[in-house]
């Protein structure tokens, strides 16, 4: 094996054909960013994008713009994008409200597809709003609904004839763990279930091939990977041989046929537009698509092999001088079965990450003893991994991570 020194580091980005696109974005000088994966960094087009918006946009054309600047199109347009990287056709995605939001749009459709069905199957570690949705969705339709959390390996055995839907993220947010999205998938539809997939941790990190895999509905977030910024707008896919037949109980005039007619009675309009709800947020749209374009100078193959190196090297370096203080790898050791994350665990989890960032370390904490980096390569290099690694040692050997509380005291982690 290569030995790993610092020279190696700066030779690898030397040779990343995705180098380029970390000038696209703006991070602080000294900051080691590994939390792409819960908020992703501000690409550097924003803030010239967003003049234009206020001044030429919004300031000048007023109500027009929804005409003149294509406003009223942008969840079908940006749906579009997104698109190409998840494996779906163009008018398979749409941008609207929030993942949350839309898991619930989707699974009672889901229920409403699968007449006499009443299981939705998930897991017990999936994203933990993906549960509440599911049982908002229970109480929606009192005793209609038998809702049941799994164990990540349990999923199959716990769907049956009975099963409408079963939700799954294909990484697990804690561990980085991954499914196999065409195995589960196809298991899944032969007992007659749907399958939701929550992409959140996916898009824009790995290669997902919805229409490839015969995926049937998907949701997933704009400020993870997508880097839209905070709380943007989160996207769907309903896979084409669904939407003729789908009814989403959430039935706001921007997803009726004919919006402006303003008729008395609802009718869904043709294709994913009928997903829709209520007025989309522009401004927040706009930043999304400044974000999702820069994707256009990236082929998602570099970018999982990147993303797959980088966790690799993450991993040696830190077995081979951390593992001595009381740091795990959670995370699967083998890069295709992992997300774009590594995760430990360590008894002293959270004060650990405390005195990361206070190194300028930007990681996160899951309970009740995660520490996990998120990967992103898009604006990441591999001289990042070499030195945080670097002050991960530091912190462990001198037990730094003393000086900071043992216990969360903020209300984010
Ligand atoms: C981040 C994330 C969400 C977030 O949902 P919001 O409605 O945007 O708050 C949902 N599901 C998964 C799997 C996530 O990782």
């Known amino acids: 094996m290569t030995e790993l020194t610092q020279d190696y580091f700066e030779q690898l980005d030397r040779q990343d054909p995705l180098a380029p696109l970390r000038e696209q974005f703006v991070l602080p000088e000294g900051t080691l960013y590994f939390n792409g994966n819960s908020l992703g960094a501000m690409p550097r087009a924003m ?14 054309e007023i109500v027009r713009g929804w005409v003149t600047q294509g406003w009223y199109g942008l969840p079908q347009r940006i749906g579009a994008k997104i698109a190409g990287l998840i494996g779906a056709a163009e ?29 939705i199957v998930t897991t017990q570690d999936i994203f933990p709003t993906d549960i509440y949705i599911l049982e908002g969705v229970q109480s929606t339709l009192p005793g209609k609904v038998e809702l049941s959390l799994t164990d990540a390996d349990a999923v199959l055995q716990a769907v049956d004839q009975q ?31 749907l399958v939701l997939w929550d992409l959140s941790h996916s898009c824009g990190a790995h290669l997902v091939d919805l229409n490839g895999i ?3 509905f998907a949701v997933g977030c704009g400020y993870k990977f997508l880097n839209g910024g905070p709380g943007a707008p989160a996207y769907l896919y309903v896979a084409k041989r669904w939407q003729q037949q789908i009814q989403q109980p959430l039935t706001g005039w921007k997803g009726h046929a004919n919006p402006f007619a303003m008729s008395p009675h609802y009718i869904p309009a ?41 966790g690799e090297l993450f991993i040696t370096l830190a077995e081979q001088c ?43 904490f899951r309970a009740p003893d995660v520490v ?23 912190i462990l050997a001198t037990e730094q991570w003393r000086n900071y509380p043992a216990a969360p005291t903020a209300t984010v982690t």
């Open 47 to 60: 803030t010239r994008r967003l003049m234009d918006f206020t001044e030429q946009e919004w300031g000048h």
């Open 91 to 119: 008018d398979e995605v749409i941008v609207s409200d929030t993942t949350s939001v839309n898991i619930y749009k989707l699974a009672l459709a889901a229920l409403q597809l699968k007449p006499g069905r009443t299981g």
């Open 214 to 216: 015969g995926a049937d």
């Open 372 to 394: 996990r980096f998120g990967i992103t390569p898009l604006y990441q290099k591999y001289q990042d991994i070499w030195q945080t690694v670097t002050i991960l040692h530091e």
């Open 322 to 364: 951390c593992a001595a203080y009381g740091l795990e790898l959670l995370s699967p050791k083998d890069s295709t079965q992992r997300g774009s994350q590594v995760s430990f665990s360590h008894h002293s989890g959270y004060a650990l990450v405390q005195a990361l960032i206070g190194r300028q370390v930007i990681c996160d």
């Open 163 to 193: 099963t409408a839907l079963v939700v799954l993220s294909p990484v697990n947010y804690k561990s980085g763990a991954l499914y196999d999205m065409a195995q589960m998938t196809t298991q899944i539809q032969a007992q007659g279930a």
């Open 270 to 310: 043709e294709g994913i537009t009928r997903m829709l709800c209520g007025t989309h947020p522009v401004v927040a749209m706009t930043c999304l698509e400044v974000a999702v374009d820069l994707f256009a100078g990236a082929d998602m193959a570099q970018v999982q092999a990147k993303s797959r190196r980088m």
